[in-house]
């Protein structure tokens, strides 16, 4: 008798899972653009400024904003950063750049100036769309010949020779991420991995193209880019685009625009749920969750008071997402499901790390090949960082990270880099960054700190010292002060014992 594939509680019935290839249409950007040819009029992304962009106009937008991105001087491979706020004149660059060829860099808005200078020193980007002063400052100093536009794209018009003309295997994003170093590294994802991520989500959360999400995540994030946007797209469904995240917001959009979806962090369902008008989520037909885990209480909350039952999911930049609880079946509180349609995964019998392979794993870090060696066994299995065990029932639920990952409101906080900066103000001598469990955030970045004298520091006084040095969701939230940090008898710190 042959042992069901893992994946298969994804599929709709009467679909094989053998019999589906997440890459039958090779890019995002080819399968885009079939889409926008046919039913031209309907309309597909929403913001506020703009109001509804049709199929019809995101495949002219596009093709004129590649020809001006081409007339820059910018050809396939070249890198080009995207930071700005949710809007459909950001989706219209970054589509543009990838039906050109071009890597997009998405980065966070809330970096500085040093976080910046490292992504800009890295990635060697010809071209930045950005929307904030400061960055056009900062830009200005650290790559002077570099093209810097707002998502408008205020270029001189000119025609591309070609479009979508992409192979699986050629990179598309390029996604900043790091391990326990401190020094994040670029995660290439190829054409192929976009695709694969998003046809994924798109079999097993039944995503059709009536439906119509409202997108409250950043663009520069996985959720809301990989998943949110691009599967929007792909679907051929449509999306109300916000660029900030308040309840209200949220559950007057889905009223006005008719929504079925909504797709958020832990942080998000936490604000939802405390609002008196939680309820209207009932009119929504898929609520997903994911980027740090949803507590079991929440999850009752909001089905108490909305009778939504949140589906959860788990990813990361390299793999954008890998396991989801089933649409269909039960929705398990407490785990994060079974292997997305094309994912393979196992859990490594020394340590219960997660090993996953698939279509939609990355190529590997950018300009690292021993990081990239370090990332996969002999096998080709990329190893997570995050430790797990399956249930009775084969639900895959997350018990820790092997790698010192701090996940706060979704965002990822590499302790390294905080400890760094932290470790230069005066009153301390040494520090530890972990993260504190909290229903609103996932995790609080907590500081365990050795202060060198009687004078201690404040929390205050340690996160006006990150100022401009670290994004504002890296700062410590809570401080612990200690005469040492626990360390083992290579005198490396025992965080497990911080508690």
Known sequence: MTTPRADAVHFPAGVEPGDVDLLEEVSL??????RWAVEPSKPTLWDASGGWATRGDLGRRT?????????AGLRKG??????????????VAHVAALRLGLIVVPVNGAYQKAELAHIVSDAEPRAAVVDKPEWVRWLAELAPEMTVVSPRLNLDDATAPSLDQLGSGDPALLGYTSGTTGVPKGAVLTHGNLLAGAESVRIAWR?????????????FHMHGLGVGLHGTLLTGASAVLLNEFTPDAVLDAANTHDATQFFGVPTMYTRLAQSPKVGELSRLRLCVAGSAPLSADLHRRLEDAAGVRVLERYGMTETIMLVS???????RAGTVGFPLPGVELRLDPDNGEVLVRGPNVFAGYWRRPEATEEAFDDEGWFRTGDLGEFDEAGYLRLRGRAK???????LNVYPREVEDAI???SDVDDVAITGTPDEEWGELVTAWVVPTTEKKPTLESL???LDGVCADFKHPRLLHLVDELPRNALGKVQKHLLS
């Open 325 to 331: 609880n089933p649409h269909d079946a039960e929705r």
């Open 423 to 425: 470790r230069t103000h």
């Open 463 to 465: 996160r006006s010292h």
């Open 63 to 71: 093709k004129a904003a590649a020809g001006r991105l081409y007339g």
């Open 207 to 219: 995503w059709e193209p009536e439906d119509r999400l409202v997108l409250a995540l950043p663009l």
């Open 78 to 91: 070249d890198r080009v950063i995207l930071s700005a706020a949710a809007s459909v004149d950001l989706v």
């Open 29 to 34: 950007p080819a399968a885009w653009a079939k």
């Open 404 to 410: 010192e990952l701090v996940i706060s409101g979704g």
